[in-house]
């Protein structure tokens, strides 16, 4: 079936910049609206950001709007994720989602696959 893969995670210092990508097992997947989470240690997946999938609407956490962009390049299967001005409380697993149901872009059930997440760690 579909797979996720993402990467790009590491451990930065507050203010520094990152980007994390996520690749697809087929192409078609990612002209599907496609998402970002996070999940901290005892917290809940929280919504990140979306992109549709022609690309043209795109939505944010609260937490993360003005700081974090995400885009798609379809010519290499992946979906991007760049994190500018990163805080300490950005620091999470971050997983990709992929082929939005329908509902709430918001809501991790409303995707079908998901990708084994990468850590990202902001020291302050």
């Known amino acids: 079936q579909v797979q996720l893969l993402e990467s790009g995670g590491g451990l930065v210092q507050a203010g520094d910049s990152l980007r994390l990508s996520c690749a697809a097992s087929g192409r078609t997947l990612t002209s599907y609206t496609m998402a970002w989470f996070r999940q901290a240690p005892g917290n809940e997946r929280e919504f990140v950001a979306v992109?549709?999938?022609?690309?043209?609407?795109?939505d944010y956490g609260d937490s993360v709007k003005g700081r974090f962009t995400i885009s798609r390049g379809n010519a290499k299967n992946t979906v991007y994720l760049q994190m500018n001005s990163l805080k300490a409380e950005d620091t999470a697993v971050y997983y990709c989602?992929?082929?939005?149901?329908?509902?709430?872009?918001?809501?991790?059930?409303?995707?079908?696959?998901w990708g084994q997440g990468t850590q990202v760690t902001v020291s302050s």
């Open positions: 992109i549709t999938g022609s690309g043209s609407s795109t």
């Open positions: 989602a992929g082929r939005w149901k329908g509902g709430s872009r918001n809501i991790p059930t409303n995707y079908d696959y």
